[in-house]
């Protein structure tokens, strides 16, 4: 049994070195860096963000523009269509009015056709 008893030993022992020196390895890998190369990582991650922000303000100002134009070429073309309706309502409502004053007219001719005046 005492050689059972090395060979654990053994194997526990030569666990925990190759657990401490991958836990090691492992924190090397991700320690803190030095302040100037985080300083440098977050101006260079700074300055991808400002010109990803300044691409998507590009887009946004182009979109909005493309918008407006459309919003204008839409309402003028309303506009246009308003003004030619209201001309033809106009052109109708006068046609209408002309039409009333002729009846007026021919009803006063012939109210005073049938009236005669008495002698």
Same mark, same amino acid.
């Not at 526990?12 to 300083?39: D, F, H, N, Q, T």
């Not at 691409?55 to 070429?73: M, P, Q």
């Given at each position: 049994?005492?050689?059972?008893?090395?060979?654990?030993?053994?194997?526990?022992?030569?666990?925990?070195?190759?657990?401490?020196?991958?836990?090691?390895?492992? *924190?090397?890998?991700? *320690?803190?860096?030095?302040?100037?190369?985080?300083?440098?990582?977050?101006?260079?991650?700074?300055?991808?963000?400002?010109?990803?922000?300044?691409?998507?303000?590009?887009? *946004?100002?182009?979109? *909005?523009?493309?918008?407006?134009?459309?919003?204008? %070429?839409?309402?003028?073309?309303?506009?246009?269509?308003?003004? +030619? %309706?209201?001309?033809?309502?106009?052109?109708?409502?006068?046609?209408?009015?002309?039409?009333? +004053?002729?009846?007026?007219?021919?009803?006063?001719? +012939?109210?005073?056709?049938?009236?005669?005046?008495?002698?």
């Amino acid at each position: 049994m005492s050689q059972d008893d090395n060979g654990t030993g053994k194997g526990l022992l030569l666990g925990l070195l190759a657990g401490s020196v991958i836990g090691a390895v492992i *924190a090397l890998l991700y *320690a803190p860096k030095p302040g100037r190369e985080l300083r440098a990582d977050i101006k260079n991650k700074a300055g991808e963000f400002a010109d990803e922000a300044d691409e998507y303000v590009k887009l *946004a100002k182009t979109k *909005a523009v493309d918008i407006i134009n459309d919003g204008k %070429r839409r309402s003028e073309h309303l506009i246009t269509e308003a003004k +030619k %309706r209201a001309e033809t309502l106009l052109g109708d409502a006068e046609k209408i009015l002309s039409d009333a +004053k002729e009846r007026v007219e021919d009803v006063k001719a +012939k109210t005073n056709r049938t009236e005669k005046p008495r002698a």
